[in-house]
């Protein structure tokens, strides 16, 4: 069936530093993948996605590469900040279902 | 343009009680879904309505959840009776039409003790 798995919190980084969350997916076919964002005492965002292989899905500051060959979306940032301490969660959309992973929770630390 | 909009925040009940969840989706979006997650658990679904009718409830883990959309505009999810089980999140999101981004509310955080 259609799954994903991420890397388990929580992350704590320093301001500034490199960050990298792990995100792999099972699925049939070519599904979208995407990263959502959920900040403090809000609803979920969508961060990013990408729709075919070899696709960068890329916003503030934020990166993802559809990787079919290792069924891989890792989300990274060269420099983090203050304000994005949020749970970070992959998914993929397959057959008009958005399917979730179980959430990074990223602290950050000024 | 206001966006999804979820009521209650938060709903504190005793097992065996009632509760209803609403959902206003954007306005003008046809599609729209609920959400669960349970603590530390994956984002589930539960069901997906295109205007009033239900697309896809294959998700509803039980046939003490009812969700209805009368009329196409907004959708309310009721538990009844609720259970420890059903302590959670519960998300709903909205769409223009199939394939295109979801906006989702903040969320009503179900406790049942």
């Known amino acids: 069936g259609n799954s994903v798995t991420q890397m388990e919190g929580p992350v704590t980084l320093s301001e500034e530093a490199f960050l990298t969350i792990n995100c792999t997916y099972t699925a049939t076919g070519y599904p979208s993948l995407f990263w959502y964002v959920q900040y403090p005492g809000e609803g979920l965002q969508l961060l990013l996605k990408a729709t075919k292989a070899d696709d960068k899905g890329s916003n503030k500051g934020f990166e993802a590469t559809y990787r079919k060959e290792t069924t891989s979306f890792h989300l990274e940032k060269g420099s983090v900040q203050v304000s994005d301490s949020a749970v970070y969660f992959c998914?993929?959309?397959?057959?008009?279902?958005?399917?979730f992973g179980k959430g990074t929770r990223l602290h950050i630390l000024p | 343009e206001a966006g999804v909009t979820q009521f209650p925040s938060h709903s504190v009940i005793e097992k065996g009680q009632t509760v209803t969840l609403r959902c206003d989706p954007i306005?003008?979006?046809?599609?729209l879904y609920w959400y669960r997650r349970v603590m530390g658990k994956e984002i589930k679904f539960l069901l997906h309505?295109?205007?009033?009718?239900?697309?896809?409830e294959s998700g509803m883990p039980n046939n003490r959840f009812l969700a209805e959309r009368t009329g196409g505009t907004y959708s309310t999810l009721k538990v009844q009776p609720a259970e420890l089980e059903d302590s959670g999140v519960y998300f709903c999101a909205s769409s223009t039409h199939q394939g295109s981004p979801l906006h989702f509310g903040n969320g009503t955080r179900l406790t049942v003790t």
């Open positions: 309505f295109v205007k009033e009718s239900k697309q896809d």
């Open positions: 998914a993929l959309g397959r057959d008009d279902k958005i399917i």
């Open positions: 306005s003008g979006h046809d599609n």
